[in-house]
């Protein structure tokens, strides 16, 4: 199948009866003077015919053993990078399909967009056209130094990388049509920092964003507070320093000379000589005043989000997560305990007897903040940050929240503690049977779960309403008499009213400790936690980076 694009014609292959275009370049290779600044328009190939049978190569990244973006091995790398992907069943005019488009995951550092987990095969056979795209991570695409803010005049972008997310929504917008898609009928979608950037392009003002798109859903987006421009320029004067052996002196024009293998390393030089992780803004973008002026809660709080249908939740065991965002539980309990004194130890026995009636929990556990710790974390981060952005947006516009708590069969025993973050996104795009990490034991029952929730995705993306077996009312925020609702995703599908209400209203409360906890350095009330130095916080070991996409 050939198509006609605004740069030419691409053609592309067929897998299990759905058309599929692969690394379609949607600006230009963002290198040499291209790197660190705006995406720019890709160049016309006419009037050869693209043959869009590979996937593009994946942005630069540091290569884990096991990945943090829970799933394989991204591959081949390259500085250009910038290429999107395309699943569709076929065109009819008459008849146009809902777009989907994917972001994906990785804490804003590593990740690729052809990952099998994000095959857009079952949904394009769903009935949407389905799309994926790359974005550059790490310090190619969040970073900020002295050099570039003189090129600037401090006023340039620092989220490169949710430039390259809007300039992948405007192909859309302008190219979909060819493919079957409706362009005025896009919803964005992701996971983990996929999620974050859903809300993130929520909370944008920027004007280009209006229009491109008319739902969203954020998977499993975390509270973790976004840096100041202030805070960038201080970390990318020490990566230059460090990794590119570049000082706050450098020039742009130097900063670009930096070998591009460069952006792939996973240590530099510490402050006396010896290798540390390389730094970074992960797992979060920047409040740089052109994509983002405000931080995305506050946006939320203000009111000043997009006014659009928006499902968001998060799964049972987000925690597992916490050690790819360098973040270890008793350590940050450790700080909220140092930022909010006997208050804070108050509520933390408060929080302890909450838990101790969770039907998830073995209150025995509790005993422990190796347990404890995770459990508050994850609502911290994660449960609380659904309910309370979806409260907050149903002020303006329709939510609706779920839970996710299904875990796949043959992960039980290893995943005894729940859904690990990240193990969601085989159900919600079906792709179970075509992951490697799950297709050879993928059940029937996985399956049927499956099917269920793709229903509830798909018919939000096709009406703007999620229905399936189970009827989901929105959520709907209220002083007097709330509508409380989310769904939860397990088997079976049931609808929660006040779900964990007591606790989350308590961690709503708590929050701006926690971000403060999290926005400062923390470097000597990090090592007196994990010294077991802070009353009722017990040492633990840095838990080992999981296989679980952030």
Known sequence: MIIETDKGQVEGTTEEGIHVFKGIPYAAPPVDD????????????????LKADTFGPACPQPVYEDSLDGSEPVGEQSEDCLYLNVWTAGVDASKPKPVMVWIHGGAFKVGASHITMFSGLPLAQKGAVVVSFNYRLGNLGFFAHPGLEAETGGQGPVNFGLLDQIAALEWVKRNIAAFGGD??????????????????????????????????????????????????IENGTIVASALFKLGPDATAAQLRQVP??????????????????????????????????????????????????????????????????????????????????????????????????????????????????PLLLRDMLFTM??????????????????YFS????????????????????VYTMGTGDIFVGSKDVFTDNDRAVSEKVVDYWYSFANTGTPSGRVAWPKNEYGLIAPKDNTLKLDEPITLATGFRRARLDRLIMIYPLLEEALSGEGTEEAEAAEAGEYPGVEPTQEPAAPGDHS
């Open 385 to 402: 940050q659904a309910r309370w952005i979806s409260d907050e947006h149903s002020k303006k516009s329709s939510s609706w929240r779920y």
């Open 260 to 373: 591009a293998e460069l952006f792939s390393a996973k240590e530099m030089e510490g402050p006396d000589g010896e290798p540390v992780p390389v730094g970074g803004l992960a797992p979060v973008p920047v409040v740089d005043g052109v994509v983002l002026t405000k931080k995305i809660r506050q946006a939320f709080k203000d009111g000043d989000q997009k006014v659009l249908p928006l499902i968001i939740g998060s799964t049972s065991n987000e925690a597992s997560v916490l050690a790819a965002f360098g973040m270890n539980p008793v350590a940050v309990l450790g700080r909220i305990i140092d930022v909010g004194g006997d208050d804070a130890r108050d509520f933390v026995q408060e929080m302890r007897r909450l838990y101790a009636n969770d039907p998830e929990v073995n209150p025995k556990e509790l005993d422990s903040n190796r347990r404890f710790a």
């Open 34 to 49: 291209l790197r660190w600044r705006p995406p720019q328009e890709a160049t016309e190939w006419r009037p050869d015919v």
């Open 406 to 425: 299904y875990v796949t069969e043959a992960d039980r025993e290893e995943h005894r503690y729940g859904v690990a973050h990240g193990n969601e996104v």
């Open 183 to 232: 362009p005025d009928n896009v919803t964005i979608f992701g996971q983990s920092a996929g999620g974050v950037s859903v809300l993130a392009l929520f909370a944008s003002p920027m004007e280009k964003t209006t229009g491109l798109f008319r739902r969203g859903i954020a998977q499993s987006p975390y509270a973790i507070p976004e840096h100041t421009r202030e805070k960038a």
